[in-house]
């Protein structure tokens, strides 16, 4: 987990960006530090140094879980414990977003997740997080990323939330895409994690594209400037005439391709084309080939006049295999 600064920032000529001499302002983050969040199934709370025990038990020692993480599975709890004595003892800063996820059912802890990387300029927070392997594919980590965003947009005030992960883990794209975030793009081989060096795969969502999916325009939007929007149903049906397996990734893709012909098209159907004869081609064609014209093909004399052997009016062809 990264530790955030405030500091000053300076352009290349030494002038404070926030000043009035650039007509540009500044605006900051209400840092609130990390504030218990609740949801349906979860508490989000900070840690404390007694949580070691459970949190190396149930994902912190399991290597599968660290399979894709920026560290590697401890050894044994007393790594844990040293981890979040660090950790809790950065909860004293106001812009230290660090949770604990708890069952409500049964105070079982089962995961982290934090924010680890604040870009105050532009507002944006990114997220990190885990969760321990008994506990995948229930929901759990999107249910805890959805209520921190909601946290980071409506209390902290960013504009922007974003997330990373490895291609080889699309799992982690599954919560992220269900959290409401949107894909933006993959970055081949820019990322290392304990499994060397990873192909990035970028999620992100601003607080406009926010409102547009709270509209039920979803990602493609009035905000992104397009009618026709296609549903997650129609590109697997899509996936599957096509005889392809889409990854999550080029679905994405594929949807905004889509409706970015169909847009198209209807802008083209908005010209007045009447009188218009339609066309095959762009351009007039003509016919620039003759007319057959049938002659006799009969001319075996002349044919067969150089034959270096002829038999009843026909070519004697060497063997080539004997």
């Known amino acids: 987990m990264k530790k955030f600064e405030h500091s000053a920032h300076l352009d290349v000529n030494g002038v404070n960006p926030g000043n009035n001499e650039t007509g540009w302002e500044e605006k900051h983050l209400k840092h609130l530090g990390t504030k218990q969040i609740e949801?349906?199934?979860?508490?989000?709370?900070?840690?404390?140094?007694e949580d070691a025990p459970k949190m190396y038990e149930n994902?912190?020692?399991?290597?599968?879980?660290?399979?894709?993480?920026?560290w590697p599975?401890?050894?044994?709890?007393?790594?844990?414990?040293?981890?979040?004595?660090?950790?809790?003892?950065?909860?004293?800063?106001?812009n230290y977003y660090n949770w604990c996820m708890q069952l409500k059912e049964d105070g079982e802890?089962?995961?982290?997740?934090?924010v680890v990387e604040i870009k105050e300029q532009v507002q944006s927070a990114a997220m990190g997080y885990c969760i321990g392997r008994k506990y995948w594919h229930q929901g759990f980590a999107s249910e805890a990323l959805k209520a921190v965003m909601d946290f980071l947009f409506d209390e902290v005030g960013v504009n922007r939330v974003e997330a990373v992960h490895d291609a080889r883990?699309?799992?982690?794209?599954?919560?992220?895409?269900?959290?409401?975030?949107?894909?933006?793009?993959?970055?081949?081989?820019?990322?290392?994690?304990?499994?060397?060096?990873?192909?990035?795969?970028?999620?992100?969502?601003?607080?406009?594209?926010?409102?547009?999916?709270?509209?039920?325009q979803g990602?493609?939007?009035?905000?992104?400037?397009?009618?026709?929007?296609?549903?997650?149903?129609?590109?697997?049906?899509v996936g599957i005439l096509a005889k392809l397996e889409l990854?999550?990734?080029?679905?994405?893709?594929?949807?905004?391709?889509?409706?970015?012909?169909?847009?198209?098209?209807?802008?083209l159907n908005e010209l007045d084309t009447t009188g218009v004869e339609p066309m095959s081609h762009v351009f007039p064609v003509n016919?620039?080939?003759?007319?057959?014209?049938?002659?006799?093909?009969?001319?075996?004399?002349?044919?067969l006049k150089n034959a270096p052997d002829v038999k009843e009016q026909s070519y004697v062809v060497p063997k080539t295999v004997e």
Not at 73 to 94: I, K, Q
Request: aromatic share 8%.
């Open 39 to 49: 949801t349906d199934r979860l508490i989000l709370r900070r840690f404390t140094v």
């Open 59 to 70: 994902w912190a020692s399991d290597e599968e879980v660290a399979k894709y993480l920026t």
């Open 73 to 94: 599975a401890h050894a044994d709890a007393d790594v844990t414990a040293e981890l979040l004595a660090r950790w809790t003892g950065c909860y004293g800063e106001v």
């Open 109 to 114: 802890l089962i995961g982290n997740i934090s």
């Open 169 to 216: 883990n699309p799992h982690s794209g599954q919560v992220m895409k269900k959290s409401g975030l949107l894909y933006e793009g993959t970055k081949i081989e820019a990322g290392f994690n304990t499994s060397g060096v990873c192909d990035e795969v970028h999620y992100g969502l601003t607080k406009r594209q926010r409102n547009a999916q709270a509209n039920g």
């Open 219 to 237: 990602q493609d939007s009035k905000a992104s400037g397009r009618k026709n929007v296609i549903s997650d149903k129609t590109i697997e049906y």
């Open 247 to 267: 990854s999550e990734e080029e679905k994405e893709r594929a949807k905004k391709d889509m409706g970015d012909m169909l847009d198209y098209i209807d802008k």
């Open 287 to 303: 016919n620039v080939f003759r007319e057959d014209v049938v002659e006799n093909g009969d001319d075996s004399d002349n044919m």
